[in-house]
Structure formats: C-alpha cells, structure tokens
C-alpha cells in the first residue's frame, strides 16, 4: 500500500484542522440553503414557467394548451395593438432618455460650482427619483394636466386657451415624457459624483493655455465622463422600457386616447390580468426580456466607439 508523502518541507495537516474545515463548509451551505430555496423557487422557476407558458394557451382558469409559436405569431403579425404600444414605448424611450440625462447632467455641472448647502439640494432634488413613480405623482401628473388643471390655469392668465394634455392624443404621451425627464435625481446625483472625481489640476492647465468653459467641457470633462453617462444610459433605457405606473394613472388604465399612451407593460398587464390571455403575456414579457438584453448588448458594443476609460477609448 502506497503512502501519501508529504512535499518537502511541509508538515502533515492534522486530522482535526480537515474536521473544522468540513464543519465550516457545512455551516456555510446551512446558511445559503435559503438563499439557493429562494433563488430556484421565486426566482428561476418562475422564470422556466413563463417559458413554458409563452408557448402555450392559457387563461388560469383552463389547463395550459400547447399552441407552439402560435402567441408570437399573433404578436407580430395580427395584433395592431401590440405594434401600437412598440411604437409608442420606444418614442418614450428614444425622446425621454436623452432628455433626462442632459437636464440631470446640465443641473449637475451647476450644483458641482460649490453651493452652499449642496448636501440639502443634492436631496431634494433626488426626490423626484423616489416619488416619481409612485400612484400619487401620477394622479397629480393627471390632475395638473387635465383641462382644468394647473397648467392650463397659468396660460388662462395670458388668455391662451390650453388644450386637455392627458386626453389630446397628440400631447398625451408628451406629458408621460415629462414626468420621466422630471425624475432627473438618480442620474443627477451619479452625474454630480463623476464630476467630483476629476481633477481640478485639468481644468487649471486648460485655463492657462486659454480654453474657455466650453473648450473645457468638450474636451475635458464630456471625454472624462463617457464611462458615467454609459452607465446612466443603459440603466434608463432598462427602466424606461419597464414603465408602467405613470402610462396606467394617466390613461384610466386602457392607454388612451386612441393608444397614444399604451406602453407596452400596460398592454402586457392588459393582456394578462384584464383578458387572462397568460400564454399571450408570457409571450410579450419573454419578447421584452429579449429586447432589453439585445440594446444593452449594442449599448455595450458601440461603447467602444464613444466611452473612454482613462487612456483608453
């Protein structure tokens, strides 16, 4: 019978130091067990489920009928309202996005200037962030721009006669872009902590060799900034598109007028819960799932191009 030999050297690990080991490790999976029963069971099994749902027939109240590729058929091919709220959920995004990180990145540059205070204006003006989904700020994002709402009172003063924004189908998706631009805080603050990490000893040589404000901010701090626009970028395009509260509030719940503001969630949860087509919302959640990862995945490729990360580009 061969025999373990010990490198040179060493000394032979006693018997009680692999006992301890083997308690620790077992401790260890005890601790993560719940971790892992919640991870297979809310998370990854749910997530197989609608899978598996996405392909079949199923209103909760019948047992699931396997129809292949029959919901995504429909999707694509006969469902106007489904291409509606594409439509209308990718204005959204393509408008309310760049909007919100110029004006969070604009109030940054400001409040970056060494107010007074800046700790107190740094909170509330991450309020809107917090409240800005909320039920509450949307029926007062109803109510302000009703017909008889608060905008519409201050253009009576100048006797302009304004029009019903949330029941006009040509502003009624504007004032949804609005309420997101308002909610600027989250980028703001991560815009206001990219801006404190560069150093000051660049601006103080852009000065002496005689760049103004401008020349500074295009060549100084937009390049040392790219990493933190990237990352505000791709996190509110994510949240964009997972809208839902505000479009639901504003329309009374069925995307009007006339599914000018019918976001897809909405229209999902529509599908779901009002016409118990769960097969059919499975499907859409599944289609969303794939469209988010496809833009984060060329959000991340063209970054290549435009993101610099210290000397490189």
């Given at each position: 019978?061969s025999?373990?030999?010990?490198?040179?050297g060493?000394?032979?690990?006693?018997?009680?130091v692999?006992?301890?080991?083997?308690r620790e490790?077992r401790?260890?999976?005890?601790?993560?067990?719940?971790?892992?029963?919640?991870?297979?069971?809310?998370?990854?099994?749910?997530i197989?489920?609608s899978?598996?749902?996405?392909?079949?027939?199923y209103?909760?109240?019948e047992?699931a009928?396997w129809?292949?590729?029959?919901n995504?058929?429909e999707?694509?091919f006969e469902?106007s309202?489904?291409?509606a709220?594409?439509?209308?959920?990718t204005?959204?995004?393509?408008?309310s996005?760049?909007?919100?990180?110029?004006f969070?990145?604009?109030?940054?540059?400001?409040l970056?200037?060494?107010l007074?205070?800046?700790?107190?204006?740094?909170?509330?003006?991450?309020?809107?962030?917090?409240?800005?989904?909320?039920?509450?700020i949307?029926?007062?994002?109803?109510?302000?721009?009703?017909?008889d709402?608060?905008v519409?009172?201050?253009?009576?003063?100048?006797?302009?006669q304004?029009?019903?924004?949330?029941s006009?189908p040509?502003?009624a998706?504007?004032?949804?872009?609005?309420l997101?631009?308002?909610t600027?805080?989250?980028?703001?603050?991560?815009?206001?902590a990219?801006?404190?990490q560069?150093?000051?000893?660049?601006?103080?040589?852009?000065?002496?060799?005689?760049?103004?404000r401008?020349?500074?901010f295009?060549s100084?701090?937009?390049?040392?900034?790219?990493?933190?626009?990237f990352?505000?970028l791709?996190?509110?395009v994510?949240?964009?598109?997972q809208?839902?509260?505000?479009?639901?509030?504003?329309?009374?719940g069925d995307?009007g007028?006339?599914?000018s503001?019918l976001?897809?969630?909405?229209?999902?949860?529509?599908?779901?819960?009002?016409?118990?087509?769960?097969?059919?919302?499975?499907a859409m959640?599944?289609?969303?799932?794939?469209?988010?990862?496809?833009?984060?995945?060329?959000n991340?490729?063209?970054s290549?191009?435009?993101?610099?990360?210290?000397?490189?580009?």
């Amino acid at each position: 019978m061969s025999e373990t030999i010990s490198p040179p050297g060493s000394l032979p690990r006693p018997p009680h130091v692999n006992v301890h080991k083997r308690r620790e490790a077992r401790a260890a999976y005890v601790f993560l067990a719940p971790w892992f029963l919640g991870l297979f069971v809310v998370t990854v099994g749910p997530i197989l489920a609608s899978l598996y749902l996405s392909f079949t027939d199923y209103s909760l109240l019948e047992e699931a009928q396997w129809v292949g590729l029959g919901n995504y058929r429909e999707m694509f091919f006969e469902d106007s309202r489904f291409i509606a709220s594409l439509q209308v959920t990718t204005i959204y995004v393509v408008v309310s996005v760049p909007l919100q990180l110029i004006f969070a990145l604009a109030l940054a540059l400001a409040l970056d200037r060494g107010l007074r205070g800046l700790s107190f204006y740094r909170s509330i003006y991450y309020l809107p962030s917090l409240l800005g989904g909320s039920v509450a700020i949307a029926i007062l994002w109803r109510k302000i721009f009703g017909s008889d709402g608060l905008v519409n009172g201050v253009l009576a003063l100048f006797g302009i006669q304004g029009p019903g924004w949330v029941s006009d189908p040509d502003t009624a998706l504007g004032t949804l872009i609005l309420l997101h631009v308002w909610t600027f805080g989250a980028p703001m603050v991560i815009f206001l902590a990219g801006l404190r990490q560069i150093p000051q000893s660049y601006y103080e040589a852009a000065s002496v060799d005689g760049a103004g404000r401008l020349r500074q901010f295009r060549s100084i701090t937009l390049p040392l900034l790219t990493p933190i626009i990237f990352f505000n970028l791709v996190l509110e395009v994510i949240k964009s598109f997972q809208s839902f509260t505000q479009s639901f509030i504003v329309s009374g719940g069925d995307g009007g007028p006339a599914d000018s503001t019918l976001f897809y969630t909405l229209y999902l949860y529509l599908k779901g819960f009002k016409s118990y087509e769960m097969g059919y919302a499975a499907a859409m959640a599944w289609v969303l799932l794939l469209l988010i990862a496809g833009l984060t995945g060329v959000n991340f490729l063209a970054s290549k191009y435009w993101v610099f990360y210290g000397d490189t580009k």
